[in-house]
């Protein structure tokens, strides 16, 4: 257990529609970090949230957003979705060099 | 768009064995860490090595680091069946960049 929760577990869409992912961080952790794993491959990293403020962003386009709260907890939304979309969700809450990655929200866009 | 490249893709062993798994990255990092990953879940952390560092042990693990040519090779000795999993490589330059993925299979 890394102390790093994700909700939902999965989740069903359809082409579209919007989402919203959530990230509760370890405690103490400012910065989190969210990334996409498709089926067979590496996770790709989406963007980085420290102190509240989007700091680093990756390859993904402007329909992936994200919001980090006070408290350090974090959402990630993606608008008009696509069925290449459909992947493992994960966010890794950063502790010195290490990151401790949650479970993952598995979503599918049909 | 993935950093680096890990070899090989897939690997097949009997418990007892030691597997050996290679990455390969193309910028600067600061530091190089590898991950575990069971069957679609969670990422677990094994290990980092800093840059400035060639070798680095933990347990069963020995991780080494090649600046020059860029690459870093885990090695897994006297592995159990409990160690199937998928194993990637993580380059840090102020984000993580994984490679592919090399998945592990320990028959027993």
């Known amino acids: ?110 | 768009s993935q950093q680096g490249e890990e070899d090989p893709q897939a690997l097949s062993i009997q418990e007892g064995e030691n597997a050996t798994m290679n990455c390969s990255y193309k910028t600067s990092i600061n530091n190089l860490q590898w991950y575990r990953q069971n069957s679609g879940r969670g990422l677990v952390h094994l290990i980092l090595i800093r840059s400035n560092e060639r070798e680095k042990h933990s347990g069963r693990l020995r991780v080494t680091l090649d600046t020059s040519k860029k690459s870093s090779s885990l090695l897994i000795t006297a592995s159990r069946a409990a160690d199937t999993a998928s194993y990637f490589c993580a380059t840090d330059g102020g984000k993580l960049i994984f490679g592919q993925g090399t998945e592990l299979s320990v028959k027993p």
């Not at chain 1, 989190?32 to 993904?60: D, H, K, M, T």
């Not at chain 1, 006070?70 to 890794?92: F, G, I, K, M």
């Open chain 1, 1 to 110: 257990e890394t102390g790093v929760t994700q909700s939902p577990t999965h989740l069903i869409k359809t082409r579209g529609q919007q989402v919203t992912l959530r990230c509760s961080s370890q405690s103490g952790h400012n910065t989190v970090s969210w990334y996409q794993q498709a089926l067979g491959q590496g996770p790709q990293f989406i963007f980085q949230y420290y102190r509240e403020e989007e700091n680093g962003r990756g390859n993904f386009p402007p329909r992936f957003s994200g919001l980090q709260f006070p408290n350090y907890s974090s959402e990630l939304n993606v608008n008009a979705l696509e069925l290449d979309d459909s992947a493992l969700y994960l966010c890794a809450s950063r502790g010195g060099n290490e990151q401790f990655f949650g479970p993952g929200t598995r979503l599918t866009v049909l």
